[in-house]
């Protein structure tokens, strides 16, 4: 196995966490970065480095291209898992905050990409995988803007995909179903508050306590299956252009596939107990 130069974002919990942990015990040489670099610090005992990187923050992510590439001369792997869910009725959510959902999950991916991709075609090879979600396959109530998100990384890796094969780099989605990260508890809270006192509150705080309940229960898939997803597609001669895993994950874009979309429209309902 090739040892690879390695960035990943948003390696501060869940998926990116145990994904650099994985990939730097393989022998890798991972830069992990997030906003808060305190919060690496566990991940730098075990041979990871922390960069400190906003994706939101042009100077800190072309600084954070810089200083690996000064000391490496090389990336060989760019894995854009930062991401967050926001979640709320449309209505509800402020396009100030759709906005700042859409400048984390899809223009901040868009432009780390874009100041790797020179050294890799550069270099004529390269892997840019980017951390999707079966919410980018299927719509649920009071996740349309995340949706709107994850809808965009599939375009994006999809059009990306086509346009760098030619100079040897290979994009491929991860895509998640359930997974037991703090996700859910965090988007239940943003739910309950963007629900409260409007006309969506009691099927607000109804999908809310329903997240919460999935989020804390033992079903959801563990997110170190994610990282060794991630792993195999850093580590594939071919990699697959899509890896879904994780709890609901086949079912539920089968399902969104396949049936009509008002019966889509009335299970959702009906699970989230959307009945006025």
Known sequence: MNKKVILITGASSGIGYDAALRLAEQGHKVYGAARRVELLEQLRERGVTPIRMDVTDE?????????IIDAEG???????????????AIENVTIAEA?????????????????????????????????????????????GWYNVSKYSVEALSDA????????????????PGGIKTDWGIIAADNLEESSKETAYQN??????????????????TNPARVAKAIARAVNAKKPRIRYRLGAG???IVILHAILPARWWDSIMRKVCTINQ
Request: charged fraction near 20%; proline fraction near 3%; glycine fraction near 12%.
């Open 59 to 67: 100077a800190s992510m072309v600084d954070g291209v810089n200083s």
């Open 74 to 88: 090389r990336i060989d792997v760019l894995v854009n898992n930062a991401g967050y869910g926001y979640m709320g």
């Open 99 to 143: 906005k700042r959902q859409l400048e984390v999950n899809v223009f901040g991916l868009a432009r780390l990409t874009q100041l790797v991709l020179p050294y890799m075609r550069k270099q004529h090879s390269g892997r840019i995988i980017n951390t999707s979600s079966v919410a980018g396959k299927a719509v649920i109530p009071f996740g």
């Open 160 to 175: 990306l995909r086509i346009e760098v094969k030619p100079f040897g780099i290979k994009v491929c989605l991860i895509e």
């Open 203 to 220: 099927a607000g705080l109804k999908m809310a306590r329903l997240l919460k309940y999935g989020y804390t229960s033992n079903w959801l």
């Open 249 to 251: 994950s086949g079912l």
